[in-house]
């Protein structure tokens, strides 16, 4: 088979050839959205400087489902842990969690947030809300929010993230098979980038 350099060189041998229309070639992409922000020239990560940029409002909404025995579940809805009001517990640590983002998560700034709310509903086995595998557990549902230069998706997503883990931490005594699944972004609006849905995509 010849090579793509060999193909090249390959001359037309007619005018029809000559004059064939050349196969559509993608137009450039958005250079800013190429570029790995938190990587120099040298392919050193840093912080990126943002003190160029405007000061807009930003609003970011994540997800995270957590898993577990349909007992586990009971025991969490009628307040039968032993550690206590875990869904209270795990709506405060996903507001102390999106608050130290930037003692997680090396290159993120700090923010002065203007939002933070966690929402936690129970995931029945069967009707509105079910998921089709039948699996139980909790759907988590953060809005973050800040007037600044940067963020705020990371901030949304560690209060998801935060928030299901306090809660596989609450209940892990009884129930070590937990799952933590479906972390993700939901919807960002503010800054260069303006508004992102995750749309059609989301899936709870």
């Keep these: 088979m010849d090579s793509i350099e060999d193909a090249s060189c390959l001359k037309p041998n007619s005018a029809a ?3 064939a229309p050349k196969p559509a070639v993608a137009g450039p992409r958005d250079a800013y959205r190429d570029q790995l922000t938190h990587v120099d020239e040298k392919g050193d990560v840093r ?3 943002v003190s160029d940029k405007d000061v807009t409002k930003r609003i970011a909404v994540a997800e995270g489902t957590i898993l577990m025995h349909p007992e586990t579940q009971a025991m969490v809805l ?5 550690k206590g009001d875990v869904l209270a517990c795990a709506r405060v640590a ?5 608050k130290r983002t930037s003692d997680l998560i090396p290159m993120c700034h700090p923010l002065p947030l203007t939002k933070a709310k966690v929402d936690i509903e129970p995931i029945p086995a069967s009707g509105p809300g079910a998921r089709p595998d039948g699996r139980v557990g909790f759907h988590v549902v953060t809005t ?3 007037t600044g230069k940067t963020g705020i998706e990371m901030e949304a997503l560690t209060a998801a993230s935060i928030a299901c883990l306090t809660i596989y931490d609450m209940c ?3 129930d070590r098979g937990m799952e933590i699944v479906d972390v993700r972004l939901l ?3 503010g800054g260069r980038s303006g508004v992102w849905e995750r749309g059609a ?3 709870i």
Excluded: L, N, P
Excluded at 78 to 82: F, I, N, T, V
Excluded at 94 to 98: C, F, K, R, Y
């Design 144 to 146: 973050t929010g800040v």
């Design 17 to 19: 050839d000559a004059e």
């Design 187 to 189: 919807h960002k609006e």
């Design 47 to 49: 912080m990126v400087d």
């Design 201 to 203: 995509q989301q899936v």
């Design 172 to 174: 892990k005594a009884v």
């Design 78 to 82: 009628e307040d039968r842990a032993k």
């Design 94 to 98: 996903g507001i102390m969690g999106a």
